[in-house]
């Protein structure tokens, strides 16, 4: 299926029926009075998450989504039906924005109750609903009213718990496919990731976590080199770095100053990124000039305030420790976000 993580589309609610204008007519009932009904509802536009779906794709060949329009009331005090709601299924981790304006509209994250973007207009009344005392037999409607439109930019955003970042060809792609299901593509040359990837990694007693691997960044990424940024807002959600080294002689320059270009990167995009935990994997373990460079590169990445690991995708050395370590990590992390989340809570009344 094709990755599509961003689409523009125009949606509107639907209108409101007109109120009719009637008169009772009956054989042997004199001045039977007004009883034109109200118009309907117009329908609302709702989106809704649904895990199921991992990309956009289902919306960027319909480029207008429109709810029903509410009917027109009609005689024997008769109401219109409303019109029906339009729901819009995205998959978890969606943005919505307001296209004019840019305001942030949504952040969609959990399967639930449908959240209503666009409200439809409000059915006319009828003119039963204008008689009065001074006026038996009123001739007043009202049309109904228009519902909301807009146009509306949708930005998928992963959800993974743990981000795969570093160089081309350092061994992500390797990586999440040794330790998961997920299946990238994998070739000996760069840019072979051209989508992020999601993998479900599974540890311990039926234990979890999410796994996303992006496309490989090279400096200058955030200004448009290479892949640019375009991808880099997947690993925004994520709590936990594994930032891929390859010592092999298939990166050029020096390991640590590639280190560095890397992170980088990932500040002047966002640099609240460099703030979240990261561990520095050494991939590649199988080859024999990665044995020899890994206590010097260890030392180095130590003493820039680092742990770090090594691994071979290929013969799954290390891939077990690092995946229990990452996931007694994020274990760690969320029992000290809900003890926070408790502290921060206010006491019941006594």
């Keep these: 299926m094709k990755f599509v993580d961003e689409v523009k589309i ?11 204008l009637s008169f009772r007519r009956e054989k042997y009932i004199p001045l039977g009075g007004p009883n034109g009904g109200d118009g309907g509802n117009g329908g609302d536009v709702c989106f809704v998450v649904d895990p199921g779906l991992g990309t956009l794709l289902d919306l960027r060949y319909r480029g207008h989504y429109n709810a029903g329009n509410g009917e027109g009331g009609r005689g024997k005090d008769q109401h219109g039906k409303n019109g029906e709601t339009l729901t819009i299924r995205v998959p978890p981790g969606t943005l919505i924005y307001d296209d004019d304006t840019g305001e942030q509209l949504a952040d969609l994250t ?3 109750e449908p959240l209503v973007l666009l409200r439809g207009g409000l059915g006319g009344r009828g003119n039963a609903r204008f008689v009065s005392s001074t006026n038996r037999a009123p001739r007043k409607t009202q049309p109904g009213l228009p519902g909301e439109r807009r146009t509306l930019r949708l930005q ?15 061994g992500k792609s390797t990586l999440i496919a040794s330790v998961s299901a997920a299946r990238p593509k994998i070739a000996d040359y760069p840019f072979t990731t051209l989508v992020p990837n999601l993998g479900v990694v599974r540890y311990g007693d039926y234990q979890s976590f999410v796994m996303a691997d992006i496309p490989g960044l090279i400096p200058g990424a955030s200004d448009g080199h290479g892949l640019g940024i375009r991808f880099l807002r997947h690993i925004e959600r994520t709590d936990l770095f594994l930032h891929l080294v390859d010592l092999s002689g298939m990166q050029k320059g020096d390991p640590v100053e590639n280190f560095r270009a890397i ?6 995009y966002n640099a609240e990124l460099l703030r979240r935990p990261m561990l520095v994997v050494f991939t590649k373990l199988d080859v024999t000039e990665v044995r020899e460079q890994l206590p010097a590169m260890n030392e180095a990445f130590v003493a820039l305030g680092y742990r770090t690991m090594a691994v071979s995708a290929v013969t799954g050395e290390g891939t077990a420790e690092l995946v229990r370590f990452v996931g007694a990590e994020l274990a760690r992390r969320r029992a000290a976000a809900r003890s926070a989340e408790t502290l921060d809570s206010p006491a019941p009344d006594a």
């Design 10 to 20: 125009h949606a509107k609610a639907g209108d409101g029926g007109k109120g009719c």
């Design 263 to 268: 992170n980088h990167e990932l500040e002047h």
């Design 110 to 112: 959990v399967p639930g």
């Design 156 to 170: 998928l955003k992963l959800l993974a718990d743990v981000g795969l970042v570093g160089l081309p060809n350092a």
